[in-house]
């Protein structure tokens, strides 16, 4: 799929949907258009600073198959062209992402904090 037919996000509510469909049909260049090109993605001990290290740290999220689904998240909080989002993910995990407002009024994250679920004992 390229940029061009990918729909950008028009809202920051609209970004986890994205995500999510995007992530499900295995689309890694359309999560990392989801992102500024320098973006800081950081999950656990890894921290990925713009579209390239976002995109290794993506493929090798979805060579693992994960099932991703839009369960209930909170609202995003706005506060003018920023909002910080929220994405719950497989196993546990969450995120909480900071996103802008870009001059073409699409939304992109610019921060993303993964927190990954702990072991299971």
Do not use: C
Request: hydrophobic letters at 45%.
């Amino acid at each position: 799929m390229s940029d061009q037919t990918r729909e950008p996000a028009r809202a920051p509510e609209e970004l986890a949907a994205l995500f999510n469909r995007r992530a499900n049909a295995g689309d890694v260049e359309g999560l990392v258009a989801l992102y500024e090109p320098d973006a800081v993605l950081a999950a656990g001990r890894v921290v990925a600073t713009g579209h390239a290290e976002i995109r290794t740290f993506y493929a090798d999220l979805l060579a693992r198959k994960s099932d991703f689904r839009a369960p209930e998240t909170p609202p995003p909080l706005r506060n003018g062209a920023l909002a910080m989002t929220f994405a719950q993910l497989p196993k546990g995990a969450f995120s909480v992402e900071v996103a802008r407002e870009q001059a073409d009024g699409t939304w992109l994250w610019a921060i993303d904090q993964l927190k990954l679920a702990p072991p299971k004992a």
